[in-house]
């Protein structure tokens, strides 16, 4: 089982950029896509980003696109979100997690078996 933790989130302001990451324990880290996702109060959660096993494919949802970048070091075990021209719309708590076997990328939360316990971002206009 892979245990993920996140970090990086904080309290920011419109337009500003943060830059999450996401450690996993165990091996076989680099054996697995891994996606981003987020949760408003209220709301359901969303789908950020995901990226593949080495990092060849890349698929972000279209409200962040151009703004956010997922990559990873599997080298070391992480994951990172690049968010950039923060928006006070992407205030929420941001999760990282773990795709099930076999799967490139992801992009619903059902294809994802281990998740990480999120991180506060909060964006000020």
């Known amino acids: 089982q892979v245990q993920l933790v996140e970090s990086g989130g904080g309290l920011v302001q419109a337009g500003d950029s943060l830059r999450l990451s996401c450690a996993a324990s165990?091996?076989?880290?680099?054996?697995?896509?891994m996606g981003w996702f987020r949760q408003a109060p209220g709301k359901e959660r969303e789908f950020v980003a995901t990226?593949?096993?080495?990092?060849?494919?890349?698929y972000y949802a279209d409200s962040v696109k151009g703004r956010f970048t997922i990559t990873r070091d599997n080298a070391k075990n992480t994951v990172f979100l690049q968010m950039n021209s923060l928006k006070p719309e992407d205030t929420a708590k941001y999760y990282c997690?773990?795709?099930?076997?076999?799967?490139?990328?992801?992009?619903?939360?059902?294809?994802?078996?281990?998740w990480g316990q999120g991180t506060q971002v909060t964006v000020s206009s």
């Open positions: 990226i593949s096993w080495e990092g060849g494919s890349t």
């Open positions: 997690a773990k795709a099930q076997e076999g799967k490139r990328i992801a992009t619903i939360y059902y294809e994802y078996d281990s």
């Open positions: 165990g091996r076989t880290f680099r054996a697995y896509a």
